[in-house]
């Protein structure tokens, strides 16, 4: 959910002027958090603006109206990629003015003076750039589809012109947080169950497998469902879950596929006992140093529906390891 607040604040500069003498009906709760979420961010705006000195220095009113034209997609009266390098020389000129006359001892620096159409000019295309980036980062984060889009933008445009809150923001940010915090769990019960749904098939052949496999002879099967066949049987002591072991691994898929083998590179590995898969982590503490071991590891103690995104493990697949605990090393 942090992560979700930080995208909408980052979009703080990020305006549109759609409609502003309108006032939309506020009925449900994303009614209430869309406004208020624009509320907030007006806040900031105008908080950001007057602490650099904006607020002086630009033209709001053009700001907002390329704002407004930007987000509604209104045909542009300057296009914010073309012209960036003149908001990039405006702004440069501007700190220079600024570092000259903060070292100025004689008072006759009159400060940074363009005239009044570049000034105009510039706002108008800041505000542009800056209502393109926002419909843009709403759509990246899957906003679009979920605020009220006119209730932000009404909400944005009352406190980032000075105009009072038709909901108190300060009283209500529980409501925006809780908003999110209820969103991303919906997200997640989605994705999870598009991924139970597309790798059904992965997680049911592994169940099959060890279903299958708990038979064979020299197989012991522990509570948690972990499978084990001891090849070498070593005789030194068991690492806890706060050592450090070096060992020699060699993984498979259950059809023989080889993801990763420390015995392939032709070099064994070191980790903490208790920062590798469940499997694995419970594994390793039954197993004498010395001793060389085969794993079978159920999809829930191993990666589970969370393999590493591009990797050859698929979500909910059972894996396979032989593995030689050479020491532990602290």
């Given at each position: ?46 908080t950001s603006f007057e602490k650099e000195k904006l607020d002086t220095l630009l033209n709001l009113d053009l700001y907002f109206k390329g704002l ?55 706002s108008y295309i800041m505000g542009a750039s800056d209502g393109q980036g926002m419909i843009k980062g709403f759509a990246d984060a899957g906003l ?187």
């Open positions: 959910m942090k992560n979700l607040l930080l995208l909408i604040m980052a979009t703080v500069t990020m305006v549109s002027c759609q409609s502003l003498n309108s006032t939309h009906p506020i009925k449900t709760q994303v009614d209430s958090v869309s406004y208020l979420m624009g509320a907030s961010d007006g806040d900031r705006l105008i407004s034209d930007a987000s509604t997609e209104a045909e542009l009266k300057y296009d914010p990629e073309t012209e960036s390098s003149k908001v990039e020389a405006f702004f440069q000129e501007y700190q220079v003015s600024k570092m000259a006359e903060s070292t100025d001892t004689t008072g006759l620096l009159s400060g940074f003076t363009p005239d009044v159409a570049r000034v105009d000019s510039i679009d589809t979920t605020i009220v889009f006119e209730l932000y933008l009404e909400g944005l445009f009352a406190t980032g012109k000075g105009e009072e809150s038709r909901i108190p923001v300060e009283e209500n940010m529980q409501m925006i947080k809780d908003f999110f915090q209820k969103l991303q769990e919906s997200r997640k019960i989605a994705e999870e169950s598009k991924i139970n749904e597309q790798f059904a098939q992965v997680k049911t052949a592994g169940e099959e497998f060890l279903a299958q496999n708990k038979g064979v002879d020299g197989i012991v099967e522990t509570a948690s469902g972990l499978q084990y066949e001891v090849m070498v049987e070593g005789k030194g002591p068991k690492p806890t879950i706060n050592n450090t072991v070096k060992v020699h691994y060699h993984g498979t898929l259950i059809d023989g596929t080889v993801f990763d083998s420390s015995v392939d590179r032709g070099e064994p590995t070191s980790f903490p006992v208790g920062r590798v898969i469940a499997g694995w982590t419970e594994a390793l503490q039954l197993m004498p140093v010395g001793s060389k071991w085969k794993l079978y590891i159920p999809q829930d103690i191993a990666y589970g529906a969370n393999p590493r995104a591009g990797g050859p493990i698929e979500p909910f697949a059972a894996l396979i390891f032989e593995v030689e605990l050479l020491s532990i090393e602290k």
